[in-house]
């Protein structure tokens, strides 16, 4: 029931930043995981942060030190900061959401509702 839509993709050199933007609507519960996932032409979907109605935070190892997750709740928004970019980053950026749930997840198959996708491209 929950509605995403992702925005904030674009294309960078290597080394610079981009913040994505997920709006969410129609969310009542105070139970969710939110999470952004990435996906290249030719390679599987992957979980790249992750986080929880809980508080808890999670990242691939790919992204770590790099790539913050946050939310604002005023804003029904989620966001993430993408800093020293690689062109090894670009794909596809999906947000996802899961009601009724708070524990945080990188795995897709523990989450019902994504976003369109925002395209990221990083050049060297």
């Known amino acids: 029931q929950a509605q995403l839509v992702e925005s904030g993709g674009g294309s960078v050199q290597a080394g610079g930043s981009l913040r994505l933007s997920c709006v969410i609507s129609?969310?009542?519960?105070?139970?969710?995981?939110m999470a952004w996932f990435r996906q290249a032409p030719g390679k599987e979907r992957e979980g790249v942060a992750a986080?929880?109605?809980?508080?808890?935070?999670a990242y691939a190892d790919s992204v770590k030190g790099r790539f913050t997750i946050s939310q604002d709740n005023a804003k029904n928004t989620l966001y993430l900061q993408m800093n020293s970019l690689k062109p090894e980053d670009t794909a596809m950026y999906y947000c996802?959401?899961?009601?009724?749930?708070?524990?945080?997840?990188?795995?897709?198959?523990?989450?019902?509702?994504w976003g369109q996708g925002t395209q990221v491209t990083v050049s060297s």
């Open positions: 986080l929880s109605s809980r508080g808890t935070t």
């Open positions: 129609r969310y009542t519960s105070s139970r969710y995981r």
């Open positions: 996802a959401a899961y009601l009724l749930n708070w524990d945080v997840s990188l795995d897709r198959n523990d989450y019902r509702y």
